[in-house]
């Protein structure tokens, strides 16, 4: 069974930074893609760092290029997202996620220089706020 584990989101200042952290159980590591999108209230989902399961290589969304760093330790089955210089309008839920299928419905969101990625499976979400 799949489980993803959010923890470290918050409450930040403009200009301020936070790191989310996803532990990862229940498929092969290795073979899947995995990595966060985001939901805010009356915005569609975006996408917004992943790794790709075929090289291994980041992609980010447009919005947070620069800002935001993706990294993983397979030896801990974790993912970790390092955001920097947080926006307003990074306010959202973020969603750790796997290419894995999994009962819950996909996600399909986009990444401009990767295209359309479907996240089979996604853990339960961690609040990110940031206000003044």
């Known amino acids: 069974q799949v489980q993803l584990v959010e923890s470290g989101g918050g409450s930040v200042q403009p200009g301020g930074s936070l790191t989310l952290s996803c532990a990862a159980s229940?498929?092969?590591?290795?073979?899947?893609?995995i990595g966060w999108f985001r939901q805010a209230p009356g915005k569609e989902r975006e996408g917004v760092a992943f790794?790709?399961?075929?090289?291994?290589?980041?992609y980010y969304g447009d919005s947070v290029k620069g800002r935001f760093t993706i990294t993983r330790d397979n030896a801990k089955y974790a993912v970790y997202l390092q955001m920097n210089s947080l926006k307003p309008d990074d306010t959202a839920v973020y969603y750790c996620?796997?290419?894995?299928?999994?009962?819950?419905?996909?996600?399909?969101?986009?990444?401009?220089?990767?295209?359309?990625?479907?996240?089979?499976?996604r853990g339960q979400g961690t609040q990110v706020t940031v206000s003044s």
């Open positions: 996620a796997a290419e894995k299928e999994s009962s819950k419905v996909p996600v399909i969101v986009e990444f401009p220089d990767y295209g359309q990625l479907s996240f089979g499976s």
């Open positions: 790794f790709s399961r075929d090289d291994g290589r980041s």
């Open positions: 229940g498929f092969n590591w290795g073979h899947y893609a």
